[in-house]
Antibody, heavy 116, light 106 residues
């Protein structure tokens, strides 16, 4: 399994941009589907989007206007940018690897981002 | 978008019980469905993929079934370690999670 580690600010001001990075070891991000998922406190999981082949992306339609996922193959990292955040974007953000046909079999430990 | 509806939202059960959780997709997803277990403060763990394939290391008391739009996760003999929240996820068209089912002690 791959190892994934999220990093980024724990607090973001309303209306600003939330930016997180996921550093991957044990696998190349040029393969697989690399996902962002979030979980508001006490609530369920919400898929945000993924990047594959280092540049192709798909996003949750409810977030698509505010989300960008990008990849840096030289650092084996991929990133999430979520613009115009509000308190509703407060959540634990996870990065995860989707292996085709299998699902999300490797996850980062998650990072709490508070919009305040 | 494909919507995933899980039921029940909460399930009260005792150790040794047989437990079944259902997940319904708003359109056919063939067998592109996974089940995850999440304990409080922990990362979700993949249990079942492709509707019925058991992830390596997952106890055989967990079984998944279904195809098309209707799916089930069954725990044949509930163990103390199984009290958790379970999520289904479709990955036929992008991805969507169900809202979760909390299995709690009766």
């Amino acid at each position: 399994q791959a190892q994934l580690q999220e990093s980024g600010p724990g607090v973001v001001k309303p209306s600003e941009t939330l930016s997180l990075t996921c550093t991957v070891s044990g696998a190349f991000i040029s393969s697989y589907y690399w996902n962002w998922i979030r979980q508001p406190p006490g609530k369920g999981l919400e898929w945000i989007g993924y990047i594959y082949n280092s540049g192709n992306t798909n996003y949750n339609a409810s977030l698509e206007s505010r989300v960008t996922i990008s990849a840096d193959t030289s650092k084996n990292q991929f990133s999430l940018h979520l613009t115009s955040v509000t308190a509703a974007d407060t959540a634990v953000y996870y990065c995860a690897r989707h292996t085709y046909g299998i699902g999300l079999e490797s996850w980062g430990q998650g990072t709490l981002v508070t919009v305040s | 978008d494909i919507q995933m509806t899980q039921s029940p939202s909460t399930l009260s059960a005792s150790v040794g019980d047989r437990v079944t959780i259902t997940c319904r997709a708003s359109q056919s997803i063939n067998s592109w469905l996974a089940w995850y277990q999440q304990k409080p403060g922990k990362v979700p763990k993949l249990l079942i993929y492709k509707a019925s394939s058991l992830e390596s290391g997952v106890p055989s008391r967990f079984t998944g079934s279904g195809s098309g739009t209707d799916f089930t996760l069954t725990i044949s003999c509930l163990q103390p370690d199984d009290f958790a929240t379970y999520y289904c996820q479709q990955y036929s068209l992008y991805s969507t999670f169900g809202q979760g089912t909390k299995v709690e002690l009766k």
